[in-house]
């Protein structure tokens, strides 16, 4: 089955930038679609960013638009996260994870493949 482990960890200011990673393996199909979660604490897990099965279509809560920028390599094997303008409100734990649905979505109940989570800290 899909396997993701996710990097990129870090503490930064206001205002700056972090990149997150995610490597994707075990997958006996490529047409999967992907999704970017956070989870803060004392808070439901959120969707934050989605890519389709063709990496064409994406598309992202309105807290993160203009900010937030979800990616994936030719070969489906990295998928991004690339932040911009951070914000506090932006601290959480973040989840990748794959669904093998058609259709790629922002709620958690779709995906079924989940990564251990990477910390990222705005002060």
């Known amino acids: 089955h899909v396997q993701l482990v996710e990097s990129g960890e870090g503490s930064v200011q206001a205002g700056g930038s972090l990149t997150l990673s995610c490597a994707v393996s075990g997958y006996t199909s490529s047409d999967f679609c992907m999704d970017w979660f956070r989870q803060a604490p004392g808070q439901d897990r959120e969707g934050v960013a989605a890519?389709?099965?063709?990496?064409?279509?994406?598309y992202y809560a309105d807290s993160v638009k203009g900010r937030f920028t979800i990616s994936q390599d030719d070969a489906k094997t990295t998928l991004f996260l690339q932040m911009n303008s951070l914000k506090p409100e932006d601290t959480a734990m973040y989840y990748c994870?794959?669904?093998?649905?058609?259709?790629?979505?922002?709620?958690?109940?779709?995906?079924?493949?989940w990564g251990q989570g990477t910390q990222v800290t705005v002060s």
């Open positions: 994870a794959a669904t093998y649905n058609y259709f790629p979505s922002l709620s958690r109940y779709d995906y079924n493949y």
């Open positions: 890519i389709g099965i063709a990496g064409k279509d994406t």
